[in-house]
Nanobody
Framework: QVQLVESGGGLVQAGGSLRLSCAASGRLSSSNVMGWYRQAPGKQRELVVTITSGGSTNYADSVKGRFIISRDNAKNTVYLQMNSLEPEDTAVYYC????????????WGQGTQVTVSS
């Protein structure tokens, strides 16, 4: 089992910044991928960005150049620095994690609300 706890959401004006954190505990292997997804009201959950334990990243086009993901492998924590926020970024942001080797199931955090006012 892997437990994920997100923090850092909140209300911000358009153009502002927020930093999300996701701390993983439990049986996270040294070879893993963690990431952020988001779900806006009435919409499907969508990819924001993922990062492997080796540092490879995959960003959604909508956040490239504005969001930056990083991770501290010693702390099993990923961070999402969100800059130049837009009202369209308003959503519940979910952290997830999956062991690559040995392969394991996908785990989700409880989500954190990000609201961007215009």
């Amino acid at each position: 089992q892997v437990q994920l706890v997100e923090s850092g959401g909140g209300l911000v004006q358009a153009g502002g910044s927020l930093r999300l954190s996701c701390a993983a505990s439990g049986r996270l292997s040294s070879s893993n991928v963690m990431g952020w997804y988001r779900q806006a009201p009435g919409k499907q959950r969508e990819l924001v960005v993922t990062i492997t334990s080796g540092g490879s990243t995959n960003y959604a086009d909508s956040v490239k150049g504005r969001f930056i993901i990083s991770r501290d492998n010693a702390k099993n924590t990923v961070y999402l620095q969100m800059n130049s926020l837009e009202p369209e970024d308003t959503a519940v942001y979910y952290c997830n994690a999956k062991n690559i080797w040995p392969v394991g199931p996908l785990y989700w955090g409880q989500g954190t609300q990000v609201t961007v006012s215009s």
